[in-house]
C-alpha cells in the first residue's frame, strides 16, 4: 500500500504520514492507520494542504536569497 510514497512523519501509536510521489495518487498525503484502526486514508489532497506555510515559506526564503 506504500509503494510510490515515503515516510515522513510519525504521529505516535503506529500512525504516521506518507506523501505520494509517484503513481495515481501523486502529490497527496495518506496517513497509515494500520496499527489503530487498520485503515491508510488520504488525508489531504496536496503536501501544501497537508503543511500550510511551510512551502510558501520556503519560497519566500529562497526568493530572498535569489534563488528563484
Not at 515515503?6 to 505516535?12: A, D, K, N, S
Not at 500512525?15 to 485503515?39: I, Y
Amino acid at each position: 500500500m506504500t509503494a510510490g510514497s515515503v515516510q515522513i512523519g510519525e504521529q505516535g501509536c503506529g500512525h504516521s504520514s506518507w506523501p505520494v510521489v509517484s503513481g495515481p495518487h501523486r502529490g497527496s498525503v495518506w496517513v497509515d492507520g494500520f496499527a489503530g484502526d487498520g485503515l491508510m486514508v488520504q488525508s489531504a489532497p496536496d503536501f501544501r494542504t497537508w503543511c500550510p506555510g511551510r512551502p510558501a515559506r520556503a519560497e519566500a526564503e529562497a526568493e530572498a536569497r535569489g534563488h528563484r
